[in-house]
């Protein structure tokens, strides 16, 4: 097994986590077999209970974990499904340690950072490798933060222990400063200084720029930074995230790698990668989609959503154009007209009431002017009640999430189902934690849009949500062409529904998004984008 440790240096937002993972998709060129884990500094035991404006969107794993987004940019670009063993916060090896600590299980030591909490980290990092050539790791943060250090100092220990099988790369900003008419080696070189004063020594240097470095510049680089010359890699800046594997590799990163560990592989071939960019590049027809949601302040928040729709679009070499609109804004007199412009709306997910009547408005005219739409989550659950009020006449339908007075057509399970198994999945107790979260069958209905687009009766999504669509209401929403088209097993929970007469009205309890790839796009994603251009046609 071998490990590459990737750190940053100077700023944070450099890209180390689409770093890691075009390393990752580099390696498997070349066939072997990778994995990518993140080591988060944070305190927050998971990232479930942050604001979306803070940490962005929570990622969610198959198995259920409430993660980074990075993990999202492992999996889009490796194709390996991430799991909670790849991920670790600092909130978590604390409070396994403070654990283990309370139950006595270190018999009467005195538990500190190291060689407990460190340890606790090389423990992490080593399950669950077996089968593994190379397990890549990002280091969350930036090189210096007091957070980091116990993860620096773990590491560093590791390149001790394992020597010639870790590799560590450091990925900085080299900036051009306008006055100086000049790129800038000095933040770098006090960047890996602070990371040798940690007794780590960078082997390869990743230098993110916005224009062609040097070779004086490398070179200094290179000597101040102690790194041989060809191991200063340049990150040029890129129009499109999927390029970044093929500057990497073109610049030398996959060979210098491999170089490191005296391995040999074939050449390998990164066709896939240029075929994405080449429909990046040179699409044949665009159209417009809005994404409504309560968080767009921060494009973060909807990372999965974005590079979903991408993907969408690029099954139909098209390009997604985005507006992104603030779901309060469409509460505001002549809201309309935005969404009468689009080829498509999706409504996105998001918790608490703020904003709600923004997406039922957006769905209400959606729905009545035909433009093809997808409601994911809270999305689905505003598209259910506007469907409520506006065509069943409940007047008063909404979501016990609210609390307020009202018919709860959105619920909490343990509102209206008696049945201990199901209980039990939806806890109404504090929120670290009590959610439905993870990969989930789904049953679809003969003869619906969905089944089509799926191509299958069984299918797995993964969910975060806390409040159901009451199944109660079945018959009174068919009767009026809504259709519960996907249910969970047990016939019990409603996870899709769409409009029998529109042209493409689907909501969706689960997160379609999360399971795109560029090289598989999300069967629901492809055909909203069909539905979109078909939308468009004059
Ligand atoms: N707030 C809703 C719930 O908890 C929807 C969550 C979401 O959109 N992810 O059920």
């Known amino acids: 097994m071998r490990y590459i440790f990737v750190t940053g240096g100077v700023v944070s937002s450099l890209g180390k986590g689409i770093a890691a993972a075009s390393i990752g998709a580099l390696l498997q060129s070349r066939g072997f077999k990778i994995r990518i884990r993140k080591l988060e500094p944070y305190l927050n035991v998971d990232p479930g209970t942050m604001s979306p404006y803070q940490h962005g969107e929570v990622f969610v794993t198959e198995d259920g974990a409430e993660t980074d987004l990075d993990l999202g940019h492992y999996e889009r670009f490796t194709g390996v499904d991430t799991s ?5 916060s600092s909130g978590r090896v604390y409070f396994d340690v403070l654990t283990k600590e309370r139950k006595g299980d270190y018999l009467g030591a005195t538990v500190q950072i190291i060689p407990h909490v460190t340890d606790a980290i090389k423990e992490f990092l080593a399950k669950d490798t077996q089968d593994l050539d190379f397990l890549i790791v990002e280091i969350g943060g930036t090189v210096g933060d007091i957070e980091g250090l116990p993860y620096l100092e773990a590491i560093r220990q590791m390149g001790h222990e394992l020597r010639h099988n870790v590799l560590f790369v450091h990925l900085t900003l080299v900036p051009f400063i306008p006055s100086a008419g000049e790129l800038k080696t000095k933040p770098t070189q006090h960047s890996v200084k602070t990371l040798q004063s940690l007794g780590i020594q960078p082997n390869i240097l990743l230098c993110r720029c916005d224009r062609i470095i040097p070779d004086d510049s490398k070179k ?44 040999e592989s074939a050449p390998g071939s990164l066709e896939k990668w240029k075929e994405i960019v080449s429909k990046v590049k040179s699409p044949k027809s665009f159209v417009k989609i809005g994404l409504v949601g309560k968080y767009v302040g921060l494009q973060d928040a909807y990372k999965s959503v974005k590079e979903a729709l991408l993907h969408g679009g690029f099954a139909h070499d098209t390009k997604v154009e985005i507006d992104w609109i603030d779901a309060q804004d469409m509460e505001e007199k002549g809201y309309q007209q935005r969404l009468a412009s689009l080829d498509g709306v999706l409504v996105a997910g998001g918790f608490g009431k703020r904003g709600t009547q923004g997406m039922i408005n957006t769905l209400g005219y959606t729905r009545i002017h035909n433009i093809p739409t997808l409601g994911i989550c809270y999305g689905m659950q505003m598209a259910v009640i506007e469907f409520a009020r506006n065509v069943l006449n409940i007047a008063d339908a909404k979501s016990s999430e609210w609390g307020e007075k009202g018919t709860d057509i959105i619920g909490l399970l343990t509102e209206w189902v008696k049945d201990g198994d199901v209980q039990q999945r939806s806890k109404d107790s504090d929120l670290g934690g009590t959610m439905r979260v993870g990969s989930y069958e789904c049953h679809l209905k003969d003869d619906t849009r ?12 993964r969910h975060r949500h806390r409040y159901e669509v009451n199944i109660d209401y079945k018959a009174q929403f068919e009767e009026k062409g809504f259709v519960f088209a996907g249910l969970s097993p047990d016939g019990k929970l409603p996870e899709i529904i769409e409009l029998k007469d529109h042209p ?34 004059p």
Not at 84 to 88: E, F, G, R, T
Not at 224 to 251: G, H, K, T, W
């Open 84 to 88: 909670k063993h790849d991920i670790l």
């Open 450 to 461: 969905v089944k089509k687009a799926y191509g299958s009766t069984i299918i797995h999504e």
């Open 220 to 263: 200094k680089l290179a000597q101040f930074c102690n790194v041989p010359n060809n191991c200063v890699v340049e990150a040029l800046d890129v129009e499109s995230i999927y390029e970044v594997p093929l500057v990497f590799n073109e610049e030398g990163l996959t060979d210098r790698i491999l170089e490191h560990f005296h391995l």
């Open 504 to 537: 493409w009205f689907i909501g969706v309890q689960f997160h379609p998004e999360l399971k795109s790839r560029p090289f598989a796009p999300a069967p629901l994603f492809k055909d909203f984008i069909r539905a979109a251009l078909e939308h468009k046609k």
